[in-house]
C-alpha cells in the first residue's frame, strides 16, 4: 500500500451497496476502501463471489474489514468468538484485504450505563466489575489468541477501544496490545473514542509510530458526563464538533506515521448527503488535512 494512503471508510457512504461504494471510491480518487463484513456478506448473498470484489475493486486495495466485536469475551463465548473471527479473517482474506479491526465490549453502551446505575441489564456485560489486573490478562490472552488466528489468513489485526468500556482509550490500550507482542498486531487513532476518553495532541505525539496501522478522522461533540453513545454524540458533521482536527492530523504525522487515513461519520445529516459528491468532498478534505 503507498504511503499515506487515503482510504474511503465505509460511513461515508451511507447504506449505498458494495458497487456503488468502490465506483464512488474510484471516481473521487481514493486509494483503498475499508468496508464492513455485513457490505460484503450482503453482495455474496447476491450471488456474487470474491473475485467478483477484485474486479469491481481494479487498483483499490481493502485496507481492512470490519469489525469483530466485544473481542474480551470468555468462555464459551470465546469458543464462539474465535469461529466468527475464523469465518470474519476467511471473508477478509478472500477481497485482498490487509487487516481486520476489533473492538473491544460491551459494544452496547446501554450494558455500560445499566452497571454504572447498579441497573440489571438482559445482555453481554463484558469485563465490567473484574479487578483491572484481571481484566488485562484476559484481553491480553484474547488479543494474542486473535493475533494467532489472523496470522494464518496472512492478515493483521488493529485494535480500536470504545470509550464507554472499561479500555476506553489508547492509554489502556497500547500497553496491552504491547504486552501482547504479536507482529501483526496494532492499533487505530481513531479521533472520536480517544476525544472523548481524554486524550489529547501531546499522547498522540509520543505513540510508537510501528504500532499504528490507520487513522480514523472523525468528530464529537463535547463530553457531558453521560455515557457517550455515538448515537449523540457522534451526529456532528466534519468539523463542526469540539475534537481539534487540524492539530490531531499534525500530531500522528509527527510520530512519523505514513499509513492509511480515512474519515468515519455517523452524522446523520452527512449519511444523507449525494454519495458521489460527498465522496469527493471528503477525499479533498483528507488532501488538504494529510499533505498540507
Not at 479473517?89 to 477481497?95: D, E, G, I, L, R
Amino acid at each position: 500500500m503507498k504511503q499515506n494512503a487515503l482510504s474511503l471508510q465505509s460511513s461515508v457512504v451511507g447504506r449505498a451497496n458494495l458497487q456503488t461504494y468502490i465506483q464512488a471510491a474510484k471516481v473521487a480518487g481514493f486509494d483503498c476502501i475499508e468496508p464492513t463484513k455485513q457490505q460484503l456478506n450482503f453482495f455474496f448473498q447476491g450471488g456474487y463471489h470474491p473475485q467478483d470484489v477484485k474486479a469491481l475493486l481494479g487498483d483499490l486495495e481493502v485496507s481492512s474489514v470490519g469489525w469483530l466485536s466485544n473481542m474480551e469475551r470468555q468462555g464459551y463465548e470465546f469458543v464462539a468468538m474465535l469461529r466468527e473471527a475464523e469465518a470474519l479473517f476467511a471473508t477478509a482474506a478472500s477481497v485482498g484485504s490487509h487487516a481486520v479491526e476489533l473492538i473491544n465490549g460491551p459494544v452496547d453502551w446501554r450494558a455500560v450505563d445499566s452497571y454504572r446505575h447498579g441497573v440489571p441489564y438482559q445482555g453481554y456485560m463484558g469485563l465490567q466489575g473484574l479487578a483491572p489486573a484481571e481484566q488485562r490478562r484476559l484481553m491480553v490472552k484474547n488479543l494474542q489468541a486473535l493475533a494467532d488466528l489472523a496470522g494464518q489468513f496472512g492478515l493483521t489485526v488493529f485494535f480500536e477501544p470504545l470509550c464507554w468500556t472499561p479500555v476506553p482509550s489508547l492509554k489502556e490500550g497500547i500497553p496491552l496490545v504491547e504486552e501482547a507482542g504479536r507482529d501483526n498486531l496494532k492499533i487505530v487513532v481513531d479521533f472520536y473514542h480517544n476525544y472523548i476518553a481524554g486524550v489529547d495532541a501531546q499522547f498522540l505525539r509520543q505513540i510508537p509510530r510501528e504500532l499504528i496501522l490507520g487513522v480514523h478522522v472523525c468528530d464529537s461533540r463535547e463530553p457531558d458526563g453521560r455515557v457517550p453513545c455515538e448515537e449523540i454524540f457522534r451526529d456532528v458533521a466534519l468539523y463542526e464538533g469540539a475534537v481539534p482536527i487540524r492539530e490531531w492530523v499534525q500530531a500522528v504525522k509527527e510520530t512519523g506515521f505514513d499509513g492509511w487515513w480515512a474519515y468515519e461519520t455517523f452524522s446523520k445529516r452527512e449519511a444523507e448527503q449525494e454519495v458521489y459528491s460527498f465522496t469527493q468532498y471528503i477525499h479533498g478534505e483528507l488532501k488538504k488535512l494529510i499533505f498540507t
